[in-house]
């Protein structure tokens, strides 16, 4: 009986040792040897209405949220595979489309850019970036509108409002990495490798990228590092990697404005006037009524007047009437600047200040920025850009260069570049610029026209002209 019983208790002592040892190897496997996250697509509808009479495959690609991080969660991105007619189909090599921003969605363009005149008869590929609105999770930082129209409403001067925004933009912060979001996995170079993913799962051996403004430095970033898979690049008035934006963009903006009133007017008086006039008002405090509602505005709010002008093709030749109005005090049209700030953002904001704070604020000095703003008074204290460096204090991101290397080897197939001749946020220099990763690019500039000449009917024309070309197989 006494054997029976020590082989019980052997049997035992075996197989809690066992057990130990598994528990063991689970907890370091766990801390320190998680398996490659699998990325996949997962067919379930996405939030869009098929209002295009085309077939569509949509889904949703499901991928690490920070593929430096070997247990990273899953995200899942949004996108559409929407099919030409076989009978009409020209190519079997999709035109991945996307929005620029960062941050801005890119989904709805599946319903309305197949009936340009290059879409009608090409597959259209498009995803959205991740974080944007429709992702999961999405980076929307809606306490920054609710602080943002509540300030303006209770008559909070600009001042204020900049403090109220540094509040709710820690507040997007906050509740973000307080539900568990990766901050560090938004950026351009994590967006390269989702277009990749997606490629390899639908089974598409090359695609036609098409970037506008911000995401013609994410195609060009792909077609850099994926060069066998691209065959041809489209950038809409591109924001090239190599370009501190907001050091440029006081130079930038006041060039361009300088230009454009000598291309109309074929004087500079009109300008010097202009820029006395904005001087003179630097301290000035305006009011207007808008349903009742008394709101204060000042300077800067009479220079988006012009700047609003300067943002559509159409408009441009209301530039010069609307500067003659503003100068003698007559600022009408700011209902409209004030209802735009009472107005609730479709950019997923947490992902445009995770891109911005990780990738272009480290390449950029907050002294630079602040010399090229004193060269150009009637714009001091004017925000170029809608991130700062008092702001980045409080996104606190990773640089994107800690643990990334930006790709380097220029990308040497045809690409089309085009620029707005009067586009102040990416002017033709920048196009340029853009030429150092492209080399066989071709630059087409646009007369009177600003950002995004590309949806305009002679950019749409010179996209389908270059996108027959590379049908016919004819060289660029």
């Known amino acids: 009986m006494q054997w029976r019983a020590a082989v019980i208790n052997f049997i035992i002592q075996f ?137 303006m409403k209770d008559g909070f001067g600009q001042n204020s409002l900049d403090s109220l925004k540094l509040v709710a933009v820690e507040k997007c912060y906050n509740r973000l990495t307080a539900s568990g979001v990766d901050l560090n996995g938004y950026h351009t170079l994590e967006s390269v490798e989702d277009i990749e993913a997606l490629r390899k799962l639908l089974e598409i051996d090359q695609l036609i ?129 004030i209802g735009y700030g009472l107005g609730k953002t479709s950019q997923a904001k947490g992902m445009r200040y995770s891109v911005w ?8 000095k907050k002294t630079s920025q602040e010399s090229q703003e004193a060269k150009y008074p009637w714009l001091k204290d004017y925000p170029v850009n809608d991130i700062t460096f008092e702001m980045a204090a409080i996104w606190k991101v990773n640089s994107l260069y800690d643990n990334h290397e930006w790709p380097e080897t220029p990308y040497d197939g045809p690409t089309l570049i085009l620029s707005g001749q009067f586009d102040p946020w990416t002017p033709p220099r920048y196009g340029r610029l853009m030429k150092y990763y492209t080399p066989n690019a071709e630059q087409i500039i646009y007369p009177e026209h600003t950002h995004l000449p590309g949806f305009s009917e002679p950019g749409m024309t010179d996209i389908s002209d270059f996108l027959n070309t590379l049908s016919e197989g004819q060289s660029f």
């Not at 403004?213 to 994926?226: D, E, F, G, P, V």
């Not at 930038?252 to 003179?280: A, C, F, H, M, R």
């Not at 700047?307 to 441009?316: I, P, R």
């Not at 704070?357 to 950029?364: A, D, G, N, T």
């Open 15 to 151: 197989t809690m040792m066992i057990g130990r040892i598994a528990f063991l190897l689970f907890l370091i496997c766990s801390l320190g040897c998680a398996e490659p996250f699998s990325e996949r697509i997962i067919e379930s509808s996405i939030p869009l209405e098929n209002n295009s009479n085309r077939e569509w495959r949509s889904g949703w690609l499901s991928a690490p949220e920070n593929r430096s991080n070997p247990t990273s969660y899953a995200i899942e991105i949004p996108f559409i595979l929407t099919k030409a007619d076989s009978s009409i189909r020209v190519s079997d090599i999709p035109v991945l489309i996307m929005s620029g921003g960062p941050g801005n969605a890119s989904l709805h363009m599946a319903n309305g850019t197949i009936y340009s005149p290059w879409g009608k008869t090409r597959d259209l590929l498009v995803m959205d970036q991740r974080g944007t609105t429709r992702c999961k999770p999405s980076l929307a930082c809606p306490e920054i509108d609710s602080m943002r129209i509540k300030g």
């Open 357 to 364: 704070v990780s990738e272009e604020l480290p390449e950029q």
């Open 209 to 337: 990228l098409y970037g506008m403004s911000y995401s013609c430095n994410l195609m060009a970033a792909y077609a850099q590092k994926y060069p066998q898979h691209t065959k041809a690049l489209i950038l809409d008035s591109p924001l090239p990697h190599q370009a501190n934006y907001d050091e440029d963009a006081f130079y930038s903006t006041d060039n361009i404005l300088k230009n454009l009133i000598q291309y109309y007017t074929d004087s500079e008086e009109l300008y010097e006037g202009w820029t006395q006039y904005i001087i003179s008002i630097q301290d000035s405090l305006f009011s207007v009524s808008i349903d009742g509602i008394i709101y204060p505005y000042d300077k800067n709010h009479v220079i988006d007047l012009v700047l609003d002008k300067m943002g559509s093709h159409g408009t441009l030749n209301e530039v010069v009437p609307t500067i003659q109005k503003v100068i003698t005090g007559n600022h009408e049209g700011i209902e409209d600047i």
